[in-house]
């Protein structure tokens, strides 16, 4: 969704915004630009439609020498993808970007009525409501303060006016915004990674709060101007993590560091000797450990695909307990009620999607713990759960969802095998899991390594279909739901995925010559029930692709058998190849694999 960048200090404001923008373009846009203030002191403002690359051409023509400035992305919301909806918008003497949705923007519209509004955006009508309270001789900060008060919604803000050169005011409520502290310098950004290689020092912005930004620092205060004394904080992570690192896209890249991500997961968290798991963050004492007797998952997305997976592998580990998986954008708005001693694990790569977030809120109000299970280090998510535990996948910069999966996955896993120790779980399972983690990792490369050829052979043979079923049972069907999720997203071919046991109650009407159909067969006691399904989809013309850990024959036009130690964790490998096959039958089909039509990374409005 849409980003926000902002510099002030000695180096050119143009070059650090631009940058900044290209870091943040794996969020999802669809017009960009930048405003500057240049040593006089006159304002300058560039924006185009598309991608980055061509608002470099505008300024190419025309650079802006300036060392202040603002710059954003946008991610359509209210009016089309045009020039005069892009930001940064002016108003007056503000000059403002804006990420969020200002629900109340048609009746502050309407009592806005002397200024002529040049776009349909609610950004524009934040700025001239800005513009009428800084027309009464206050300063920028006291005229935004002022503005927020009146507003409903979300917002993460950058502004500045040219009668206040060097000041950047910014503000947050329900959108991030980070304030980097270089030595005399200062950068604003949506997302930490837009300020690696500049500062490890950053100010992460509350809910509610404002700051002053100068090249020398910022002053934080609350909306009643009260100031404020934020602790910064220290930026995880590095430029070369941001950086496609020799592959082609993103997402090749993220599929194929999986073994080292995955390490990074499981790094001091498992003891395979011992047979036992353990996360620090979840904050829970003994006492309340044995005492939670249901654990509800939520998450959108992959995230939710992630807690369901976990989910099997919760129950077959702790006989005791009950769990529900829930779509967040769903459960916020139910009459839901949970059982004394439940837990929340809340699940999202990014730590910011709104219904996600929305969903933490409301489970909190029927004070139920709630534990995220989160990549993005210091997001919203994280930093408002009552405990938890980062999945360390580093930066995913593509905008499917691939190695945050595998380690979402495995963190839940050892939260349960670690929660099975207080609840007498099956020991025996316990350490039988823990050894099968402690390899996942190098069974993972294998995997990749052994097969990668192969499943770009079979993304050859079946990226010109227009239609798909991903089918799977028990572990394996949480995998067809992502399997589909990820081949729809990145090559938009129409997929669907199903647990095979509900193939007769409706999907097999469609099936014909003109699907193909992704079987995950495990062997296990459900194989000749999966073959089963096989059969039945053969029969009616139907093109079946294998992929299984089993030796056993299969009749299937093209089998991916994979050779591993791992048994009990044999789903996320099988869903690896998936990652790869959606991967490549994207490619084929000349997709923008890394920011697929439509999507964006992090979905931080509803
Ligand atoms: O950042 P989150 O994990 O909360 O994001 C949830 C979903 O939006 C995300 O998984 C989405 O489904 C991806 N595009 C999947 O590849």
């Given amino acids: 969704m849409c980003g926000i960048v902002g510099y002030v200090g000695k180096r050119t404001a143009q070059n650090v915004l631009l940058n900044g923008l290209k870091r943040l373009e794996y969020r999802g846009y669809d017009s960009a630009g930048i405003a500057t203030l240049d040593d006089t002191d006159k304002p300058h403002i560039a924006r185009s439609v598309g991608k980055i690359a061509e608002l470099e051409n505008v300024l190419l023509v ?22 005069s909806n892009a930001h940064p918008h002016h108003v007056g003497d503000v000059y403002l970007v804006h990420n969020g949705i200002i629900e109340n923007y048609k009746e ?23 513009d009428s309270n800084y027309k009464n001789g206050i300063s920028l900060k006291d005229a935004v303060a002022k503005a927020l008060k009146k507003v409903r919604g979300t917002y993460g803000i950058a502004a500045f006016s040219p009668n206040e050169p060097g000041t950047i005011i910014v503000a947050r409520l329900g959108s991030p915004l980070i304030i980097g502290l270089g030595q005399d310098e200062t950068i604003i950004a949506s997302d930490a990674s837009a300020l690696l290689g500049y500062t490890r020092e950053a100010i992460y912005l509350n809910d509610g709060e404002i700051a002053v ?19 910064p904080e220290t930026i995880e992570g590095d430029v070369e993590q941001i950086q496609k690192g020799g592959y082609d896209h993103f997402l090749l890249k993220e599929i194929m560091e999986q073994a080292t991500t995955l390490h990074n997961t499981l790094s001091g968290r498992i003891d395979p000797e011992q047979g036992k798991m353990h996360l620090g963050g979840p904050n829970l004492t003994a006492k309340e450990m044995r005492d939670i007797n249901h654990i509800v998952i939520v998450g959108c997305g992959t995230a939710y695909y992630a807690g369901l997976l976990a989910s099997y592998y919760m129950e077959q580990l702790i006989p005791d307990l009950t769990t529900e998986v829930v779509v967040a954008s769903e459960y916020r708005y139910r009459s839901f009620h949970l059982p004394q001693n439940s837990v929340a694990l809340i699940v999202s790569q990014s730590g910011e999607t709104a219904d996600t977030l929305a969903c933490l809120r409301e489970i909190k109000k029927r004070g139920v713990k709630t534990l995220g299970i989160v990549n993005v280090i210091g997001s919203t998510i994280a930093r408002e759960v009552d405990g938890g535990t980062y999945v360390h996948a580093g930066p995913e910069i593509s905008v499917a969802s691939t190695k945050a999966f595998t380690a979402q996955v495995v963190t839940m896993v050892m939260f349960a095998g670690m929660l099975a120790e207080y609840h007498g779980g099956n020991v025996e399972l316990i350490a039988k899991i823990t050894k099968e983690l402690s390899i996942l990792p190098k069974e993972i490369e294998k995997t990749l390594k052994d097969h990668r050829e192969d499943v770009k052979n079979l993304a050859k043979k079946y990226c010109k279909y227009n239609d798909a079923l991903y089918l799977g049972r028990d572990t394996a069907y949480p995998i067809a739901l992502e399997g589909a999720l990820k081949l729809k997203e990145i090559s938009y071919i129409h997929a669907e995925g199903y647990a095979s046991g509900e193939l007769k109650h409706g999907p097999i009407a469609l099936v014909d010559e003109t699907f193909f159909e992704v079987f995950n067969i495990l062997d296990n006691w459900l194989f000749d029930k999966s073959i089963g399904g096989l059969h039945e989809v053969r029969a009616r013309g139907g093109k079946a692709i294998v992929f299984t850990n089993s030796k056993a024959e299969i009749e299937a036009d ?39 039509r439509n999507l964006a990374k992090s979905v931080t409005v509803e």
């Fill in 213 to 231: 930004c100068t090249e020398k620092g910022a002053e934080v205060f609350n909306l009643n101007l009260k100031h404020l004394s934020p602790n």
């Fill in 62 to 83: 025309k650079p802006h020498k300036g060392h202040l400035g603002i710059g954003h992305t946008r991610w359509a919301t209210h009016g089309g993808v045009t020039v």
């Fill in 558 to 596: 093209d089998i991916i058998r994979i050779n591993s130690k791992i048994k009990i964790l044999t789903p996320l490998l099988l869903n690896t190849l998936q990652q790869l096959f959606a991967y490549y039958v994207a490619v084929n089909r000349g997709n923008d694999v890394d920011q697929p």
């Fill in 108 to 130: 502050l519209k309407e009592q806005l009525s002397e200024y002529e509004f040049q776009s349909d955006t609610d950004t524009e009508v934040l700025a001239a409501l800005i």
